[in-house]
């Protein structure tokens, strides 16, 4: 099977028997359904016209941010007079996939005598990845106060630099890893043209930034596209690179798709050998500055979403861009120290890293160890700062 829910490894973590129940899952009319909505779900993401932003002859950038946001509000508006509630994925959160698998899977393995558990994770607790896009070169002095507060509260987070507008200086990366943080590529130009590039010339882009800048290859496992926008072409050379994508959003309103978009799922997926973690927390700029949401608000969207995704057993993936989240903007500055601290305490959570979840889940996928003596790795459980 070339696209894989990751559901199924984690409620079944038996090799041998999930692929039996796999088999048996495909043939029977309820299974059938939920995979072909699974695959139906990603193979649309991405597989829109491309958006006429990333068509212009000069790159989107060039426009002031505060005049991209108040058309992406504008556009917001229409689309959401013109389609309400109805459109799939439902927004902030797109339940019936995971929850048509979850029934079609337990009775499947009720009846072929299979034990499937509900999705576990190492420790028991579900995963929390802080991401960081750091979208321009001024985004790269705003990582020293987002990093200050992160361990201040004992949290490890990722970040994400793009070659052409924000790469970092190796010591700083190199500082950020030592303290148990990760980093991955975001994009190349953040110009919305890379999934349209055609695979060659990705595959060239990729290279090029590895061979200037070889010390960051073993460093970068990750990827994340810029705007979120991908293609198959894209989807296809990322996975001959990199480990882990962190592309596709579970659901998204108001973005570069317009409408509504997303891959409706709070559960990672194998796509041949790349692992796809779904961004399932609602995003900082479209909360505050696109659907016009306090900062409190944003806080109680990220509550309510996180409960979510925590009792199904899902990933949970926040993006917080320092632009738009730092002591200058001090609501959402707030709102942020109160969701990591929330979270820190949460005994139901794992503040993890990307290639901690990649690995865990690889090591679920053997049927000879367990995750104790796989020797997976938990996560950065990093101590509170000391008071005073």
Request: contains cysteine.
């Amino acid at each position: 099977m070339e696209l894989e829910s990751l559901y199924y490894r984690l409620t079944v973590p038996d090799a041998a028997a999930r692929e039996r129940l796999l088999a048996a899952f495909a043939h029977e009319a309820d299974g059938a359904a939920v995979l072909h909505r699974e695959t139906a779900a990603f193979a649309a993401y991405g597989s829109a016209a491309q958006p006429l932003f990333s068509r212009l002859p000069i790159p989107y950038r060039v426009v002031p941010q505060s005049a991209r946001t108040a058309l992406l509000r504008a556009l917001y508006r229409r689309a959401e007079r013109r389609i309400g509630d109805a459109a799939w994925p439902r927004w902030p959160v797109e339940r019936s996939l995971d929850d048509a698998r979850a029934s079609a899977w337990a009775h499947a393995a009720a009846r072929g005598g299979i034990v499937a558990r509900t999705p576990a994770w190492p420790g028991g607790r579900a995963p929390l990845l802080i991401t960081h896009d750091i979208d321009s070169a001024a985004d790269l002095s705003r990582i020293a106060p987002i990093r200050a507060l992160e361990r201040e509260i004992g949290v490890a987070s990722s970040f994400g630099f793009v070659p052409r507008l924000s790469w970092p200086a190796r010591a700083a990366v190199e500082a950020l890893v030592d303290e148990g943080c990760e980093v991955y590529l975001h994009d190349i130009g953040h110009d919305g043209r890379l999934p349209y590039a055609g695979p060659a010339a990705i595959a060239a882009a990729f290279d090029a930034v590895f061979r200037e800048h070889a010390w960051a290859r073993p460093l970068m496992c990750g990827f994340r596209a810029g705007q979120l926008l991908t293609s198959p072409a894209l989807r296809r050379v990322v996975a001959d690179w990199f480990d882990y994508d962190l592309s596709i959003p579970d659901t998204e309103r108001g973005g570069p798709y317009g409408d509504a978009a997303g891959c409706g799922t709070v559960f990672p997926f194998l796509d041949g050998s790349l692992v796809e973690i779904p961004l399932t927390l609602p995003q900082d700029v479209y909360l505050r500055h696109v659907y016009g949401l306090t900062a409190g608000q944003a806080l109680e969207m990220w509550r309510r979403k996180l409960d979510h995704i925590v009792s199904v057993g899902g990933v949970a993936v926040l993006n917080v861009h320092p632009v738009w989240v730092n002591p200058a903007r001090p609501d959402m500055w707030q709102a942020y120290r109160t969701f990591l601290a929330e979270a820190r305490a949460d005994a139901r959570l794992w503040i993890t890293t990307p290639s901690s979840v990649v690995a865990a889940l690889h090591a679920l996928g053997d049927a000879a160890r367990t995750d104790a003596d796989a020797g997976v790795d938990t996560g950065v459980d990093m101590p509170h700062a000391a008071a005073g």
